[in-house]
């Protein structure tokens, strides 16, 4: 059985858990960041604060989704790509 | 396995522990005590401008200073190539090899003709920005370090002063790619279209894609700052801990060459589909 090595496709792969958490909490960041400048400076109430975090949560999981939605289709496209180049004989798509 | 070594080799290696013995020899010999950890690791130099509100009037001049210092190297280095020619030379295959592998990926992620050649000249210009700043903090230069109230300039003590260290000029070019990509999604789908694609894929998630666009930049800065600073911090305090014996050198390649340059493409690739996505 032939070894599989470990390429530089691995540290793609990597990257995309990655960037997905990074995607998750900087949106949280920002929609905290939105609902603290409007308690401070638009003098509304502490609940904005709250109602502007729970979206920066729903925004960065919506947007993380669909970050890794992207990829996975980024990622069959290729192995499509690559089927047709080796005329159908290469089996990594089946997984 | 049996090593090879050439006289060369060997006589670099033989340089190598000659000067581990004599250091090894001097501490024993003279009782040297090394000083503690600087309490300004990771504080920089800010001067405040006569003019201005406090938080918007501060800089950091060796921000500006390496900044105006490396877009002189490169235009300098750009210019060195004068004519180019079908056998390259070896400034001109680094060049082509660099930016064709840069003008590949642009292509593949911007789908309209039109925009890949002003998408890939903003990238092409903040790789080679990004990835030789990135690269001179892994070489040992000139360093400013707030002491006492001033400023004191080590020379050869820490790696250079490098600009994307500050979160200021992440945040600006990452700012830039923001706007930029909005201004060409405007221009390649018109402006009904563009405010549109907030609205998809539906106009419940309006909020949601609003933090979603504001939180590209937040993520495209932060990314790069923290790696470049967060390797320059455990690179001095890694090296206090060792008392800068062996590892300085090994953390300079790694965090410094191999991260930054890493860290130089990410930059450029994300900003590449940054653009893409907005425009498609």
Known sequence: MKEKKFGFKQFGMLNMVFQFGIVVISNVFVGGLIGYLLVKYANLGKIWLVLFFMLGIFSGLYQGIRYLLKEAEKYERNNKSGDKRNGGSDDSCSS | MKIQLTKSDKVFLGIIVAGYIAIFTYIIVTGYQFPKLDESVGQRWIYQLPFGTPPLNRVNPMTVFMSWAI????????????????????????????????????????????????????????????????????????????????????????????????????????????????????????????????????PIMFPMNVIGELAKPVSHSLRLFGNIMGGGLLVLIISYLVKYFLMPTFLWGFFGIFVGSIQALVFTILAIAYIGSVIE
Do not use: C
């Open chain 2, 71 to 202: 877009m002189v190297g490169l235009i300098a280095f750009a210019s060195s190539i004068k004519v180019f020619t079908i056998i390259p030379g070896k400034k001109q295959s680094l060049i082509e090899m660099l930016l064709d592998y840069i003008l590949d990926l642009t292509k593949d992620a911007v789908p309209k003709e039109e925009f890949v050649r002003p998408t890939f000249n903003i990238a092409a210009t903040l790789f080679l920005f990004i990835f030789v700043s990135n690269i001179i903090s892994g070489i040992p230069g000139i360093q400013a370090v707030p002491r006492n109230n001033g400023v004191i300039f080590t020379i050869f003590e820490d790696t250079w002063y490098t600009p994307t260290s500050d979160l200021n000029t992440n945040a600006t070019f990452a700012v830039m790619v923001l706007i930029i990509s909005h201004v060409f999604a405007i221009k390649a789908k018109g402006f009904g279209q563009w405010v549109k694609g907030f609205f998809e894929p539906n």
